[in-house]
């Protein structure tokens, strides 16, 4: 998919996405506290204690385990980190001897930084502490052993005097008590000079360096104000919105573009009408009339000029010089001309409602008027009447009266003029009437409004929804389709398109309303006709000459097949094929006797009359 249909496909869900982003950023509400929320167990930082060197023999781990767990050391800690709050920093912190010689701490925080700090005060504060612990006892234990020192010593001193002075018996059985207390004073000061040793070192020291990392093995960590976590959930809530809305339109069978239309419709797309702003919709009046140089007027003048081209041959018939003069002259002229040609009858019908059939109806008549032909609209969708409001026409008696027999009501008595120059409307009238029951004079009324106008349009109800319109399609002289993008699906477009087969009535194509994304490019014209039995869509044009002729009134061969083939290579799938022949490919006589090319060269005949 090319990225302006992924562009086409989240503006027609824009309503999806908003609730996604809405959902997400009440459930982001709900779920985050207020203020600055502190998450500390994003990353973890541990150190670890060993007994520093030669003091192995006086320190003990557990020892170490026992004064770091005790209130000093977190004290100690807390005015390191400046803070108060006590229990909080315990449990961010864990120690545990990890072996019989190492100690290791282990801390939790929001931050690196702030991590790092909590582990190396806690290893700090045991480390100074225990050291100046161990520095006290060792100092009284030299106290304590320099007084025995000294008592030994003194000990010693008396047993040499009286062996000085004894004899040699006495020398001899006192030997053994001044070899013992010799001993035990030079055992005395080595435990002195050792612990005098030990006070210089410290008992403790770190090992290593402070290892960080993220507590769940990812540097990827939700932010921790609720601004930003809002934010965040408002992005993650349209992601989503993107994703559903992209699986929609998978699952989405509707109809939203030309190439779609007319594959399911096999008929061809000659207007693309865009969407209509909420100011345009609301206006009491066509949007050819009301905003004429608005997009979706020059869309309805476009439908209207390859209507023009492609309809019926009076349908192309222009108003005489004079005729609009209004003096006696101009009316008898008038009279005599739509006796001569009456005008055509064009039903606009939809598959199903909400596809802008009334609408088209209402611009159509405007931008028909705007050529100077009297258009007259008769409303007979009976269950839903509107036109009457779209083109500003009072009420009153309408076609219900005309096809119900009543003969008092004739049809000058019912032609209302509307708010567009140039157009009438007939409504339609008194609706209480069972509308099939109507609808069953339709062609006798329908020949006698043909000499009040020079063109008859027809509103009526949707064909896969009522009965009314396939009883009134036999009786008009062409059908235009009217589908709104992403209201109809391919089995009702086909469905459609079976039932018209059906009627052999000429239809001229498909006018595609509210498209999102109007392809641009000329009309593509295509009125067919079918045969007794239901047969595929056959395009206008591809069996006859193009109404496009030289000076001389014959297009070159030559020229003639290379633009032929040139159209095949663009042509959409309906349109290829095999289906050219040399007489006509409309079936059986097109538009009359001759096919299309009898009907275009009476239009020529008509023009050279005009």
């Known amino acids: 998919m090319e990225p302006a249909n992924h562009l086409t496909v989240l503006r027609r869900y824009w309503r999806l996405l908003v609730g996604c982003a809405l959902a997400a950023l009440v459930v982001g509400w709900l779920l985050t506290p207020a203020g600055t929320a502190v998450d500390n167990g994003k990353w973890q930082c541990k150190v670890s204690i060993v007994p520093a060197a030669g003091s192995g023999d006086t320190v003990k781990i557990d020892q170490v385990l026992s004064f770091a767990t005790g209130s000093d050391v977190t004290q100690e800690a807390a005015r390191k980190l400046g803070t108060t709050d006590i229990q909080g920093l315990l449990a961010r912190r864990e120690v545990a001897a990890v072996s019989e010689q190492m100690l290791q701490f282990t801390a939790h925080g929001p931050t690196q930084q702030s991590c790092s700090a909590v582990v190396s005060a806690f290893s700090d504060a045991t480390i100074t502490g225990y050291v100046r612990a161990a520095q006290r006892n060792t100092a009284a234990s030299i106290r304590s052993l320099q007084q025995e020192q000294q008592k030994q010593q003194a000990r010693l001193d008396a047993l040499n005097a009286r062996a000085a002075g004894a004899g040699a018996a006495e020398q001899a059985r006192l030997a053994p008590d001044v070899d013992a207390a010799r001993a035990a004073v030079t055992k005395t000061l080595t435990d002195i000079s050792n612990l005098q040793n030990a006070s210089r070192t410290d008992a403790v020291r770190q090992w290593g360096s402070i290892d960080s990392s993220p507590a769940d093995g990812s540097i990827l960590t939700a932010p921790s104000s609720r601004p930003l976590r809002l934010a965040l959930a408002v992005v993650l809530g349209l992601a989503l919105g993107v994703v559903a809305a992209l699986m929609l339109d998978r699952v989405d069978s509707r109809l939203r573009s030309r190439n779609g239309a007319e594959e399911a419709f096999g008929l061809p797309v000659i207007g693309e009408i865009p969407v209509l702003s909420r100011r345009l919709r609301r206006l009491r009046e066509p949007v050819v009339t009301a905003r004429p140089a608005a997009p979706a007027a020059e869309a309805y003048r476009s439908l209207r000029s390859t209507l023009l081209l492609t309809g019926p041959a009076s349908l192309s018939l222009h108003v005489k010089d004079g005729e609009g003069d209004g003096g006696p002259a101009a009316a008898a002229a008038l009279v005599s001309r739509r006796l001569a040609h009456p005008a055509p009858v064009v039903l606009v019908m939809s598959g199903r409602s909400g596809d802008g059939k009334t609408t088209t109806v209402a611009n159509l008549a405007a931008a028909l008027a705007e050529t100077g032909r009297q258009v007259l609209v008769l409303d007979c969708d009976f269950r839903h009447p509107g036109v009457h409001e779209h083109l500003g026409a009072g009420g009153g008696p ?203 060269a009476a239009r020529r005949t008509e023009g050279d009359d005009r």
Do not use: C, K
């Not at 009238?429 to 069953?440: H, I, M, R």
């Not at 006698?448 to 020079?454: E, G, I, K, M």
């Not at 009702?492 to 392809?519: F, M």
């Not at 067919?528 to 006859?544: I, K, M, N, Q, W």
């Open 398 to 600: 309408g076609m219900a009266e005309l096809l119900g027999g009543d003969r008092s009501v004739g049809v000058e008595d019912v032609v209302r003029p509307a708010n567009v120059e140039g157009v009438s409307v007939i409504g339609a009238g008194n609706t209480n009437a069972y509308p099939a029951a109507l609808v069953l004079r339709a062609g006798e009324v329908l020949q006698r409004v043909r000499r009040y106008a020079d063109v008859v349009l027809v509103d009526t109800s949707p064909l896969l929804h009522a009965n009314d319109a396939y009883d009134l399609v036999q009786h008009a002289d062409a059908v235009l389709v009217t589908a709104r993008s992403g209201n109809v699906t391919p089995e009702q477009a086909a469905r459609v398109s079976e039932l018209l087969a059906r009627t052999g009535v000429p239809v001229a194509g498909v006018a595609l309303t509210a498209s999102l994304s109007p392809s641009g490019g000329g009309p593509r014209t295509g009125l067919r006709r079918s045969e007794t039995t239901p047969a595929p869509v056959t395009p206008l044009g591809r069996g006859d000459r193009p109404r496009a002729l030289d000076r001389t009134g014959e297009e070159p061969a030559a020229a003639y097949a290379a633009r032929e083939r040139e159209r095949d290579r663009h042509a959409p799938s309906w349109a290829r094929g095999g289906e050219a022949s040399d007489g006509g490919g409309l079936g059986e006589g097109g538009f009359g006797e001759g096919g299309l090319g009898a009907a275009a």
